[in-house]
């Protein structure tokens, strides 16, 4: 998300779930999967999905009578997901069965090397360090790519190799496998967009996974070749124009930097003003052809942050989006950042908002949160000041009304946010309920906490007063 105004860019402070994806992406924008030609466009990209895994395993695969069952009914799963996990399964059936199927494959001797990914993925046993596992995805990836796997199938095993070899290996000598995979996963990506038989949306995904890895890293010279292959084959989708508004929405904010206005110097305004002139011109284009996606109004509210040109504007975009997607959590969020009192708003605003998305009786899913990211904010600027925001008796309330109503509508699909609800509990200093929450947080992100030693740190300190007050 980006941060716009007389101040500072920002890293996103969103108190959005901790938990992350085990499978490959779905669709940022859900269809409605009762319309025939979404219904056609569906089952096209199912079969095509199909022929890239299960039909390639098939076709160079190392198969044996000992695993085969197994691993087809993996693959077959993972081909489903991908197509129609957003619409009519939850993601953890589909991680499940497809972690039991694998790990029944390799137990059998399985050494394929697709077979290899999904049990990097999803297989392997919670006591295997991150450097293992990152050899793993390595080891699947180039045997993906000495079998002769579709270049979609190299291309996901060569990020993951490099997504994973990236954050296990701190040390020189891991760098080098980074870049071998990275650079092919680009070359495979590029090669891919060239393939006029594949989904539009699995190259639409392909395309946004590979500049996620290279966020902040991504030349002039590569976005330019990227961009020039998507235009070339693709120059008919509107997600493709959406896709260069972002990416020059970004480019803007890093010709301006990341200090305060009076750091900004005379040529980082001017190419700032002139990268978000050309990424609302590509988003006006992209919403022109399809105006029933949310997410092109959504980062036309990221480029009115930018420009500031009035509430109005910001308004018309934040309405288009929220009518058509009620559980955009991510632009309320962005209207929340619109309405600080160092951009264009007030802490007044930003709890009005907070409170409405509470509220709501047409807005769902972890909208109502907001209030709780509101309040999150609003803290850094009393921290600025040595002040505790917390331990003001008003905050706790708010926090606790929207979470518990959130897990009692949604129970275990909520999971992830009982990380965020915990936090919260311990900021506020809570700790009866940070007490009962903490069992409740299923595989803990510690991360999320600060570390492992945060973590264990606020256990201890959850004993200690509730020891204090017996």
Not at 287 to 312: C, F, H, I, K, Y
């Amino acid at each position: 998300m980006l941060i716009s105004g007389a101040g500072c860019r920002q890293q996103a402070r969103s108190t959005s779930s901790p938990q992350s994806s085990a499978v490959e992406p779905r669709a940022a924008v859900v269809k409605d999967p009762e319309d025939p030609d979404v219904k056609r466009e569906i089952e096209e990209r199912f079969q095509w999905n199909v022929r890239t895994i299960v039909g390639d395993y098939g076709r160079v695969g190392s198969q044996s009578a000992r695993w085969d069952e197994p691993v087809r009914k993996a693959l077959e799963l993972m081909a489903h997901f991908r197509v129609h996990g957003a619409v009519d399964a939850s993601r953890a059936s589909y991680s499940d069965s497809i972690r039991e199927l694998i790990r029944a494959a390799r137990a059998a001797g399985c050494d394929d090397p697709l077979a290899l990914y999904l049990y990097a993925r999803l297989g392997v046993p919670e006591t295997m360090t991150e450097k293992d596992r990152a050899q793993l995805y390595a080891e699947a990836a180039d045997g993906i790519e000495s079998r002769g796997y579709s270049p979609i199938r190299k291309f996901y095993a060569h990020l993951r190799a490099a997504e994973r070899l990236s954050a296990a290996n701190e040390r020189q000598q891991g760098q080098a496998a980074v870049h071998k995979h990275s650079t092919r996963a680009w070359d495979l990506c590029i090669e891919f967009i060239g393939d006029k038989a594949a989904p539009s949306e699995d190259v639409r995904e392909a395309v946004e996974e590979l500049v996620k890895y290279w966020s902040g890293r991504l030349q002039p010279k590569r976005y330019e070749a990227l961009e020039a292959a998507l235009l070339r084959h693709w120059g008919n989708e509107a997600w493709v124009y959406r896709f260069k508004g972002t990416h020059f929405k970004e480019f803007a904010w890093e010709a301006r930097g990341n200090g305060y206005a009076d750091t900004v110097s005379e040529e980082g305004w001017r190419l700032f003003s002139e990268r978000l002139e050309i990424a609302e011109r590509a988003l006006l284009k992209s919403w022109e052809m399809n105006p029933s996606d949310p997410e092109t109004a959504r980062a036309l509210m990221g480029v009115e942050l930018g420009q500031g040109r009035g509430r109005d504007r910001l308004e018309q975009w934040f309405s288009r989006a929220m009518k058509l997607n009620t559980n955009f959590y991510e632009a309320c969020s962005i209207k929340l950042t619109y309405l600080e009192p160092k951009w264009h708003g007030s802490a007044r605003q930003m709890l009005e908002f907070g409170r409405e998305c509470a509220r709501s009786k047409e807005w769902g899913w972890s909208v109502p949160l907001i209030i709780a990211e509101a309040h999150q904010s609003l803290a850094r600027y009393d921290q600025r000041e040595g002040q505790d925001y917390w331990a003001d008796p008003s905050v706790w309330p708010e926090i606790e009304s929207c979470f518990e109503a959130f897990f009692a509508r949604y129970g275990e699909q909520g999971l992830g946010w009982r990380h965020n609800y915990a936090r919260f509990a311990y900021k506020c200093r809570k700790w009866s309920v940070l007490r009962r929450e903490l069992p409740l947080l299923g595989k803990v992100n510690y991360d999320f906490f600060g570390g492992r030693e945060a973590f264990e740190q606020m256990k201890r300190e959850v004993e200690e007063h509730l020891s204090e007050t017996k």
